[in-house]
């Protein structure tokens, strides 16, 4: 994992980490087959927008001024993405690729909470940990009840 010099570069990389998840729920749900698939990938990009406002709020107590973030690098940190190649998955391969996603998010911000020196920081790190077990639970339900029907 990178080596970070300040909580502020943690907060940065986290807040990039969010915008990428709201683009990866926008990019399914844009191939979404039917609506309520697309409102489920929709609704997950919205949080995705609500856990960067919390990691603003981060940088706003460390009396930083939040701006446009800069494109990050965010390498091996778990970022997965869309390609052309994905364009034909079905409903069960998305939501495999969703899960791993949110799985990759828990285990970043569970390090991460480790390495900020801030507690406000580390608290709203652990937090979103949280949540994102709570989407890899949502999806991994959703996908159980598929292959059940199946």
């Known amino acids: 994992m990178v080596e970070f010099e ?7 990389l986290a807040i990039a980490r969010e915008e ?10 844009a191939r979404a087959q039917t609506a309520e698939m697309r409102k489920v990938f929709e609704d997950l990009a919205g949080e995705e927008i609500e856990h960067k406002a919390r990691l603003e709020l981060e940088v706003i107590k460390s009396g930083r001024v939040v701006t446009a973030t800069e494109e990050l690098d965010i390498g091996d940190e778990g970022a997965i993405g869309i390609t052309d190649s994905d364009i034909d998955m079905d409903y069960k391969d998305m939501l495999l690729m969703a899960m791993q996603k949110e799985e990759s998010s828990f ?17 709203t790190l652990l937090s979103l940990a949280e949540e ?4 890899k639970l949502r999806f991994e339900i959703e996908y159980d009840n598929l292959m059940k029907a199946d």
């Open 6 to 12: 300040s909580d502020d570069e943690i907060l940065d």
């Open 20 to 29: 990428d998840a709201n683009k990866f729920y926008l990019a399914l749900a």
């Open 107 to 123: 285990r970043l911000y569970v390090d991460l909470s480790a390495r900020v020196t801030s507690e406000d920081a580390r608290e």
């Open 132 to 135: 994102e077990v709570k989407h």
